[in-house]
Nanobody, 124 residues
Framework: QLQASGGGLVQAGGSLRLSCAAS????????MAWFRQAPGKEREFVAA????????YYADSVKVRFTISRDNAKNHVYLQMNSLKFEDTAVYYC???????????????????WGQGTLVTVSS
């Protein structure tokens, strides 16, 4: 199970930190990712992090502004979001992927486990 939290209302240029707590699996064996879905749009990839935490990958739209990290001892993954823009407004979902691959995935079907989402609203 995945439980996302940390969303809220923030002004453009502000920051938020999302958290996702994982349970029911050996957390250190799974890749983790954040996706988001804006109203009327498809769910899109935001960032991913490998099982070890040594590899990360970001969507071009959030590169430099967002940072994904994880704490395997606490079974948590985080998304630090800085310099937020109006277009970052969306429901953010954490996702987990059990895989032996060393390549991080960006497509939603690759992830078998999803959290319930947390709403981020950026006011302009």
């Amino acid at each position: 199970q995945l439980q996302a939290s940390g969303g809220g209302l923030v002004q453009a240029g502000g920051s938020l930190r999302l958290s996702c707590a994982a349970s029911g699996r050996t957390f250190s064996w799974i890749d983790m990712a954040w996706f988001r879905q804006a109203p009327g749009k498809e769910r899109e990839f935001v960032a991913a992090i490998s099982r070890s935490g040594l590899s990360t990958y970001y969507a071009d739209s959030v590169k430099v502004r967002f940072t994904i990290s994880r704490d395997n001892a606490k079974n948590h993954v985080y998304l630090q979001m800085n310099s937020l823009k109006f277009e970052d407004t969306a429901v953010y979902y954490c996702a987990a992927r059990e895989t032996l691959s060393s390549t991080l995935a960006t497509m939603t079907p690759a992830y078998g486990y999803w959290g319930q989402g947390t709403l981020v609203t950026v006011s302009s």
